[in-house]
Structure formats: structure tokens, C-alpha cells
């Protein structure tokens, strides 16, 4: 299937970068409401279609909302007539799988000031707000810094030390188990249930 990265926009024809710059803008002006969207659709067959962020091993592109078969842009149904069986010494109940093989994949991240990222961590003593965990070994801490309003979600900005806090990893990791991330509160009140 091809990348689509073209896509109608009030009759015009739009690159996939000038949309994900539109959606940020509408977020912006929305009050950072996810759930808003603009209508994109297919140059082909004009159904409805969403911008995606190229990431992990897929460059930019848009996605029809449903699966179209007979637009020749839509993504496809997996047709797994031909499917490879399960070898029979790797079933889903053994205890061995293959790993360690190597995958290209092209990557795009998003950049990080270590200064502030320093202030934030020497501003909350190496310690988590969360849990109160602080834990030195050889010399480093063991601690991450957290945007309360997360990079992915708002793009390229002025981030100040208010934004972040410092977390552990294990209360970071709570933090990014939902789309909307858990404030420190929440996280505090729910590591509480579960003692």
C-alpha cells in the first residue's frame, strides 16, 4: 500500500506536514482539546482521513478513519489465508522465544534541554514527588524529570521549571499508563491503595 501524504482540505490539496501543523493549531486554540479534528479527506476516494506523525518505522502519512477496499490509497484487511503457522517448538505456551535480533527503524525524537532538566532535579533534591524515593548509586541518581504537560501532546515550545517535576522510574512509568498522564496527586493516591 502506498503512503499517502496528500490529502483534500477544503478543496485544496494539503501536504500530511501542513495538516499536523493545522491540528496543532486548532489544539492550541481549543484549550488542548484531543478530541478535536479537522476534515481531511482522501484525494482518491474522499472519505474521511487522519494526519499521522512519522515515528518507529512509519514516516509521516494519513489513515482513512474506516477501511476503504476499494480505494486503492485505504489500508488494507490482513488476509491471513497464507498466514504462517506457529513452528511447533515455539507454541504460545512455551517459556522460549527468539530475541536480540536486530531492527532498522527510523526514529524521530523530541529534543530535550538537559539544563532544565538539571535545574528540575536539583530544584526537588533527586527525589521523587510522588514517593518520596531517592536512591544514589556510584555517584549518579536514579531519577527522571516529567513534563506535566507532555512534549508529544503540544510540540515545539517554551517549556518552564513549573512544568516538570521529578519522578522515579516506577512512578513514571504510572505516570504514562493513560493518555492523559497522572499528576503527582493521583499517582500518590493510587501507590496508597495499593500498600
Keep these: 500500500m502506498p503512503t499517502v501524504t496528500e490529502c483534500l482540505y477544503r478543496n485544496q490539496k494539503i501536504s500530511v506536514d501542513r495538516a499536523l501543523e493545522l491540528e496543532l493549531e486548532l489544539k492550541r486554540s481549543d484549550g488542548g482539546n484531543r478530541w478535536s479534528h479537522l476534515n481531511f479527506s482522501c484525494i482518491e476516494c474522499g472519505e ?22 476499494d480505494c486503492s490509497l485505504s489500508h488494507r484487511m490482513r488476509d491471513t489465508t497464507n498466514a504462517t503457522k506457529l513452528r511447533a517448538d515455539y507454541a504460545l ?36 514527588q510522588a514517593c518520596e524515593f531517592r536512591l544514589q548509586l556510584e555517584g549518579r541518581f536514579v531519577i527522571e524529570c516529567h513534563h506535566i504537560k507532555p512534549l508529544a501532546e503540544n510540540g515545539m515550545r517554551d517549556v518552564s521549571l513549573d512544568e516538570l517535576v521529578c519522578l522515579c522510574p516506577t512512578c513514571h512509568r504510572i505516570a504514562h499508563t493513560r493518555k492523559e498522564p497522572f499528576s503527582v496527586e493521583e499517582i500518590k493516591r493510587l501507590r496508597e491503595r495499593r500498600s
Design 93 to 128: 505456551d512455551d517459556i522460549k522465544a527468539i530475541e536480540g535480533y536486530e531492527i532498522d527503524r527510523k526514529i524521530t525524537t523530541l529534543a530535550r534541554n538537559a539544563s532544565i532538566v538539571a535545574k528540575c532535579k536539583k530544584r526537588d533534591d533527586y527525589t521523587c
Design 48 to 69: 474521511p482521513v487522519r494526519p499521522h506523525r512519522g515515528g518507529g518505522h512509519a514516516s509521516a502519512h494519513f489513515e482513512h478513519l474506516d477501511r476503504n477496499p
